[in-house]
């Protein structure tokens, strides 16, 4: 009986957690008036050519446009921090070095540090480098190992591996690198791929870097593009190809999450990741 | 200063590991320090020549700052303690042994992953127009309408509730910490006749200490530096009841064009947020120092 109970307040939770997607999904098929009028998620006729407008867009570019500049943004920032941030936490996880106390309290720090504090510098010192407008200050830090965070928790990984792996490797002639890479990282993998799919997630979210740093429309990611819409469609205008825009905009998220899914939650119950 | 000895295996150097965290290294200086040290030097400047103190000085004399500073406390403080206790009901819940709890796990956690990305956000806003769904369902309850966008308190409400719908990643947090709690002690404490609410207080919250104070620290830097939400939903008003600092160092900067308030604005920024967070720890630290 208890449990029944708690079943049901779990499940009301969890609608009430989904219904506004869900409503986002209905109101992509209504028009103006249906979508103030009904708090319903279903809309009354299913006219898919709204999508076909929204892929469209009401900017020179289509979607696909936006699409493929979020993922030149996205594959090599992915790339860099899972490359940068596996080197970095080998080296504290298994080395001693001079000043190292020192370093690890700066990542520390580093994880505390208000990006907002950051952005403005950044912003000056791209500028005078003539970089602005360019993927190069959205993807280049991100072979500083810049996500303090994902270094933490590969560090508290690569502890749990015992260092009689590495010994074996070396006398099996491994070099340090080599250790690294064919022997410490397969153990830790599902940390790696958590870390890859947040950096996804993280990019496709990200809205303050681009809008700062990218003017031109020709160069927007998709959050980018978003808003322009949202901007030059105003009230009054068909609400829904906007809504549809967002629809489609969130599929590359839903489609990472929905496959990286189960690794992921037990992965971040595990490690204490998370957004 | 003493010649220390470096733990290594052998043939390893003592600078391979140096060596290994280089990029963290250049990182650091690049995006730590060359960012703090260079916004408190274009703080001091008018955008380009030397004026001291001038820019503090007109922040903490300004009435829009200061009534934005306002804003951005009060923002964070309704926040921060909803988003921790729900989180932390939540994963009570879901740390109950019952099947099919990872499906529950898995839909707490969508919003907190989908919903920083701009098209939720987009979403948001229409949900709170006047005859928007919250609307709607307001009235199907018999409750009056609210006029979200117009009114000053309910504008800012409609940023907290979105950030609240997203407490996923804190709840997951809090469950982790919570299945690392040692089922022995909870046996203990029920053979010595411990009830459940106060097995709560003695054990589960004594044993979690750490984890809230870490959610605590993260939700509250990223609560004072709120930007996307207020910029997209509410564009800051009505009459700037929901214009954040961080809304309002953006407007500084790439609206009007002054750098130096800009930059002396997110150092302050800084320094607030590294003074709430050392004040957090003070006060906390004998709570959290208790066992070891």
Same mark, same amino acid.
């Given at each position: 009986?208890?449990?029944?109970?708690?079943?049901?307040?779990?499940?009301?939770?969890?609608?009430?957690?989904?219904?506004?997607?869900?409503?986002?999904?209905?109101?992509?098929?209504?028009?103006?008036?249906?979508?103030?009028?009904?708090?319903?998620?279903?809309?009354?006729?299913?006219?898919?050519?709204?999508?076909?407008?929204?892929?469209?867009?009401?900017?020179?570019?289509?979607?696909?446009?936006?699409?493929?500049?979020?993922?030149?943004?996205?594959?090599?920032?992915?790339?860099?921090?899972?490359?940068?941030?596996?080197?970095?936490?080998?080296?504290?996880?298994?080395?001693?070095?001079?000043?190292?106390?020192?370093?690890?309290?700066?990542?520390?720090?580093?994880?505390?540090?208000?990006?907002?504090?950051?952005?403005?510098?950044?912003?000056?010192?791209?500028?005078?480098?003539?970089?602005?407008?360019?993927?190069?200050?959205?993807?280049?830090?991100?072979?500083?190992?810049?996500?303090?965070?994902?270094?933490?928790?590969?560090?508290?990984?690569?502890?749990?591996?015992?260092?009689?792996?590495?010994?074996?490797?070396?006398?099996?002639?491994?070099?340090?690198?080599?250790?690294?890479?064919?022997?410490?990282?397969?153990?830790?993998?599902?940390?790696?791929?958590?870390?890859?799919?947040?950096?996804?997630?993280?990019?496709?979210?990200?809205?303050?870097?681009?809008?700062?740093?990218?003017?031109?429309?020709?160069?927007?990611?998709?959050?980018?593009?978003?808003?322009?819409?949202?901007?030059?469609?105003?009230?009054?205008?068909?609400?829904?190809?906007?809504?549809?825009?967002?629809?489609?905009?969130?599929?590359?998220?839903?489609?990472?999450?929905?496959?990286?899914?189960?690794?992921?939650?037990?992965?971040?119950?595990?490690?204490?990741?998370?957004? | 200063?003493?010649?220390?000895?470096?733990?290594?295996?052998?043939?390893?150097?003592?600078?391979?590991?140096?060596?290994?965290?280089? %990029?963290? *290294?250049? +990182? @650091?200086? =690049?995006?730590? /320090?060359?960012?703090?040290?260079?916004? $408190?030097?274009?703080?001091?400047?008018?955008?380009?020549?030397?004026?001291?103190?001038?820019?503090?000085?007109?922040?903490?004399?300004?009435?829009?700052?200061?009534?934005?500073?306002?804003?951005?406390?009060?923002?964070?403080?309704?926040?921060?303690?909803?988003?921790?206790?729900?989180?932390?009901?939540?994963?009570?819940?879901?740390?109950?042994?019952?099947?099919?709890?990872?499906?529950?796990?898995?839909?707490?956690?969508? %919003?907190? *992953?989908? +919903? @920083?990305? =701009?098209?939720? /956000?987009?979403?948001?806003?229409?949900? $709170?127009?006047?005859?928007?769904?919250?609307?709607?369902?307001?009235?199907?309850?018999?409750?009056?309408?609210?006029?979200?966008?117009?009114?000053?308190?309910?504008?800012?409400?409609?940023?907290?509730?979105?950030?609240?719908?997203?407490?996923?990643?804190?709840?997951?947090?809090?469950?982790?910490?919570?299945?690392?709690?040692?089922?022995?002690?909870?046996?203990?404490?029920?053979?010595?006749?411990?009830?459940?609410?106060?097995?709560?207080?003695?054990?589960?919250?004594?044993?979690?200490?750490?984890?809230?104070?870490?959610?605590?620290?993260?939700?509250?830097?990223?609560?004072?530096?709120?930007?996307?939400?207020?910029?997209?939903?509410?564009?800051?008003?009505?009459?700037?009841?929901?214009?954040?600092?961080?809304?309002?160092?953006?407007?500084?900067?790439?609206?009007?064009?002054?750098?130096?308030?800009?930059?002396?604005?997110?150092?302050?920024?800084?320094?607030?947020?590294?003074?709430?967070?050392?004040?957090?720890?003070?006060?906390?630290?004998?709570?959290?120092?208790?066992?070891?």
């Amino acid at each position: 009986m208890k449990k029944l109970l708690l079943y049901l307040l779990l499940t009301a939770a969890a609608v009430v957690m989904l219904y506004p997607l869900l409503w986002l999904l209905g109101a992509s098929f209504k028009t103006n008036e249906e979508i103030f009028t009904s708090a319903w998620f279903m809309p009354e006729r299913l006219d898919l050519s709204v999508y076909g407008k929204a892929w469209k867009t009401v900017t020179p570019y289509t979607m696909g446009h936006y699409f493929l500049n979020t993922f030149m943004i996205i594959v090599p920032k992915t790339a860099f921090t899972v490359l940068s941030s596996v080197l970095v936490a080998y080296g504290f996880a298994r080395f001693d070095f001079p000043l190292k106390k020192l370093f690890y309290g700066l990542l520390i720090c580093g994880m505390f540090m208000p990006a907002i504090v950051t952005i403005m510098p950044m912003y000056s010192l791209w500028s005078k480098l003539g970089l602005l407008d360019t993927y190069i200050p959205l993807t280049l830090p991100a072979l500083f190992a810049g996500e303090g965070m994902f270094v933490f928790i590969l560090i508290q990984f690569f502890k749990g591996i015992p260092k009689e792996f590495d010994e074996a490797a070396r006398i099996d002639g491994c070099g340090t690198l080599k250790t690294l890479f064919f022997v410490l990282v397969p153990c830790i993998k599902p940390a790696v791929i958590s870390i890859a799919v947040f950096t996804f997630l993280w990019t496709m979210n990200d809205f303050l870097g681009p809008l700062i740093m990218i003017q031109s429309v020709e160069k927007y990611p998709l959050s980018l593009a978003l808003r322009l819409s949202v901007d030059s469609t105003g009230q009054g205008y068909e609400q829904r190809s906007v809504i549809a825009m967002s629809v489609i905009g969130l599929i590359p998220s839903v489609a990472v999450f929905a496959i990286a899914q189960k690794k992921f939650v037990s992965g971040i119950t595990a490690g204490g990741l998370t957004g | 200063m003493k010649t220390r000895t470096y733990r290594n295996p052998v043939g390893v150097s003592r600078y391979t590991g140096l060596l290994l965290i280089s %990029p963290f *290294i250049i +990182g @650091a200086l =690049l995006l730590i /320090i060359y960012p703090f040290v260079s916004s $408190f030097i274009t703080g001091l400047t008018d955008g380009s020549s030397f004026v001291g103190f001038e820019n503090y000085r007109h922040i903490l004399s300004d009435e829009n700052i200061r009534s934005s500073a306002a804003v951005t406390l009060k923002y964070a403080a309704i926040l921060v303690p909803l988003k921790l206790i729900v989180s932390l009901a939540v994963a009570l819940l879901l740390n109950m042994e019952l099947k099919g709890i990872g499906i529950f796990c898995t839909v707490f956690y969508i %919003p907190s *992953i989908l +919903g @920083a990305n =701009l098209a939720v /956000i987009i979403m948001w806003q229409y949900l $709170f127009t006047s005859e928007g769904l919250v609307n709607q369902l307001l009235e199907a309850v018999g409750l009056s309408p609210v006029s979200w966008y117009g009114d000053t308190d309910a504008a800012l409400f409609i940023i907290v509730l979105l950030r609240l719908w997203e407490f996923g990643s804190t709840m997951i947090i809090f469950l982790a910490a919570l299945r690392d709690i040692p089922r022995e002690l909870y046996e203990a404490a029920r053979v010595d006749g411990c009830g459940r609410t106060r097995a709560f207080f003695s054990i589960t919250l004594p044993q979690i200490r750490n984890v809230i104070f870490i959610n605590l620290v993260l939700q509250t830097i990223a609560a004072m530096q709120e930007f996307n939400a207020p910029y997209m939903i509410t564009g800051g008003g009505p009459l700037g009841s929901t214009r954040t600092i961080g809304m309002y160092i953006y407007e500084e900067m790439f609206t009007y064009g002054d750098e130096g308030t800009a930059n002396a604005l997110s150092w302050l920024l800084f320094m607030v947020i590294a003074l709430i967070v050392l004040i957090m720890y003070r006060t906390t630290g004998r709570l959290r120092r208790e066992d070891r």
